[in-house]
């Protein structure tokens, strides 16, 4: 991101072309005409030289810092500029435009293929395992994004402005994934950190006066050791299962409830059956036996007679046996049986 | 000749220009030296600047510098063994001295390995594990753990709060650090502990930690996934007999108020004439009679009487 011009300029040029020359000198030919080529061979070395080096282009995304013997005398934006050549004025490029950033624990190994980007994390374990409030360990990666917000301070307050801003990160993130318990790390306090960890590197970085601005702290994955994910795993298995066990007893209930409701319904409804056919049946009895009573109060003796003989008339061929028994006697004596012997004539006149 | 002549002078010119003049950068500052003896002040304004052809320059950094150390195994005042890697920034404020005393960066550099390395040996092995890792403002909520169990860890307390923390120990650091470092031309600006871990056997054990960690709790949620069973299918269970049991009481009152209909229906009707009831009901037991029973009646009884008068006739 850095690129000095002038220096470049000035060692690409002139000594190949002084050696030349001595060479010419050393081999021989008139000294006087030599002399000549010589004085015009320099010159328009010199002049070539010159105007090669006293233009720089700056790109859009940069800014360029320019020092005259050393000192800096300003900042250039992006176009072509002009400048002293022969190493009084020198360039320095600096992207401010650009957003730069710093992985920890994982670097981007590949971009070039179609919108696919490999990450490779396996050797930098150093960088991402840390630990937390609870003294377990935790393995974070994370991103920072910085944007050079001033050239001069970048190039000359600090030597490594960018390694320090590694160190930084690094010590910062540490500083309070500490401070937090394992389980909040991994869950709810992702935010909080990058918030945290934002202002803290950039304060810090203030405090060097390094002329960077932290955009964005950027949490990636954060995941326990390697050792320790299956265990963390089977606690997600658990809770799933915790969850499904409750959802089966949940589901007998739902199967139960409703069933036993409408069974509850019928019972009341079958008892509402019974109430209404009882109801009913004994109004009717009622409504047949004062009907019955009414007749048999105008001749009382004849209905009861006829009564009692049209219902043994009705009774008795289904009936298998009929005894008499006589007071004093002491069996009973078998009047009629018809059934055993099959014959069903058993009436008597008297119908 | 002449143009030879004109070619030794002008480079004559440019030898005693080069050896006359030089240029201060703007991250530099710079001593004169005279014979391996510094000449003037210091000079630190960047620009052209000039001095005696047979005296030298010194230049040194301006800018704050880094310091790295190497990571270093140190056992805490609670015994576990863990590796601390510090970082520091410093920058050369007296250039004479500086030079004087240490000569250029590499010399400073192995005077703050000593010396930052056995400051941060000394402070690490008499604190605490939990005070390097834990700021200041730690705090835990013991009730919001995701189980109250973990805090009553043997090896670690989760509650107690650090008598330093993170950044009084690593003020500490730079405190005794700057005391301890004698008169190099140097400032230490800070010194920060960047990375903290265990070594590997200790590492082990603390893995090993964590996971039965995790199978408590795993095997907390599978014994409360059982337990919610057990209460969801009790509360079934009191459901369903409540529903059962309410449908049968409901049951039997709406069959007890018909049967009390039913008998207040057939008291109001049958009380006309109860012995004629009796009459009435006794033949309509008999035509409830079923095939294969026995009908026995008294000689006396009006059936048979009838029936012997017509065997009589």
Not at chain 1, 305 to 333: A, K, M
């Given at each position: ?77 992006p ?15 600096v ?14 190994a ?50 490594e ?14 500083r ?7 389980s ?13 960890a ?20 950027e ?43 409408g ?25 047949r ?63 | ?18 050896l ?122 013991v ?26 120990l ?9 005391d ?54 009790g ?41 004629f009831y ?34 009589v006739?």
């Amino acid at each position: 991101m850095i690129q000095s011009v002038g220096s470049s300029g000035s060692t690409g040029s002139g000594p190949p072309d002084l050696g030349d020359i001595l060479k010419k000198l050393m081999s021989g030919g008139s000294p006087k005409k030599a002399g000549m080529g010589v004085t015009s061979v320099v010159v328009l070395a010199l002049l070539a030289w010159a105007a090669l080096s006293s233009f720089y282009t700056v790109q859009p995304e940069q800014r360029a810092v320019t020092k005259r013997f050393g000192e800096v005398v300003g900042i250039t934006d992006p176009g072509l500029h002009f400048k002293i050549p022969f190493g009084i004025d020198e360039v320095q490029l600096v992207a401010t435009e650009r957003v730069l950033k710093q992985e920890f624990g994982f670097r981007t190994a590949d971009t070039r293929e179609a919108g696919r980007t490999t990450y490779s994390s396996g050797e930098f374990e150093d960088e991402s395992l840390m630990l937390t409030g609870d003294l377990n360990m935790i393995d974070v990666e994370w991103v920072v994004q910085y944007r050079i917000a001033d050239p001069i301070k970048f190039l000359y307050a600090m030597r490594e402005p960018t390694r320090t801003l590694r160190d930084i990160s690094e010590s910062v993130m540490r500083r309070i994934v500490g401070n937090m318990l394992g389980s909040e790390v991994l869950t709810v306090g992702r935010v909080e950190i990058q918030q945290i960890a934002g202002d803290e590197i950039q304060s810090i970085m203030d405090r060097y006066d390094a002329g960077i601005r932290v955009s964005t702290v950027e949490m990636q994955d954060v995941v326990p050791p390697p050792a320790v994910q299956p265990a963390f795993n089977e606690v997600n298995e658990a809770r799933q299962e915790r969850e499904r066990m409750i959802n089966e007893a949940q589901k007998r209930v739902n199967s139960e409830i409703p069933n036993a409701q409408g069974a509850a319904l019928r019972t009341v409804a079958e008892a509402e059956g019974y109430a209404t056919e009882r109801v009913n049946r004994a109004e009717g009895e009622s409504v047949r036996f004062s009907a019955v009573l009414r007749e048999y109060r105008e001749a009382p003796e004849v209905t009861r007679s006829r009564l009692y003989l049209e219902t043994l008339n009705e009774v008795l061929p289904t009936i298998g046996q009929v005894l008499v028994v006589q007071e004093g006697q002491v069996g009973p004596l078998p009047l009629l049986d018809v059934n055993r012997n099959g014959e069903r004539r058993a009436k008597g006149g008297e119908s | 000749m002449k143009s030879i002549a004109l070619a030794i002078v002008a480079v004559l010119a440019l030898l005693l220009g080069s050896l006359t003049f030089y240029t201060l950068d703007e991250a530099k500052q710079a001593i004169v030296v005279q014979f391996g003896e510094p000449i003037g002040d210091v000079i630190s304004e960047p620009g052209l600047k000039i001095k005696m052809p047979w005296q030298n320059v010194r230049f040194f950094d301006k800018r704050l510098l880094v310091w790295d150390g190497d990571v270093t195994q140190i056992p805490t005042l609670g015994r576990e063994f863990i590796l601390v890697d510090a970082t520091a920034r410093w920058r050369i404020t007296d250039p004479l001295l500086f030079l004087t005393s240490v000569r250029d960066e590499s010399g400073a550099r192995t005077r703050l390995d000593d010396i930052i390395d056995s400051v941060v040996r000394d402070m690490v092995s008499s604190t605490e594990l939990e005070e390097i890792v834990r700021s200041k403002d730690w705090e835990v909520d013991v009730e919001e753990l995701e189980d109250p169990s973990l805090a009553e860890r043997g090896d670690v307390n989760l509650e107690k709060q650090p008598k330093l923390g993170r950044e009084l120990l690593e003020a500490g650091i730079l405190e005794r650090a700057r005391d301890s470092m004698p008169a190099l031309g140097v400032e230490l600006q800070d010194v920060r502990i960047k990375r903290v871990n265990y070594i590997e056997s200790v590492r082990r054990q603390v893995e090993s930690r964590m996971i039965a960690e995790r199978q408590s709790i795993a095997e907390r949620f599978r014994s409360e996934g059982r337990g919610r069973s057990q209460e969801v299918l009790g509360n079934m269970e009191r459901d369903l007999r409540r529903i059962r049991s309410e449908a049968a009481r409901e049951a039997e009152e709406i069959r007890g108020n018909a049967d009390a209909e039913a008998t207040r229906i057939y008291g109001a009707a049958f009380g006309a004439d109860p012995e004629f009831y009796s009459f009435f009901r006794t033949l309509e037991s008999y035509r409830a009679l079923g095939e294969n029973s026995t009908l026995m009646l008294g000689a006396d009884s009006d059936f048979f009487r009838y029936l012997e008068q017509s065997q009589v006739e």
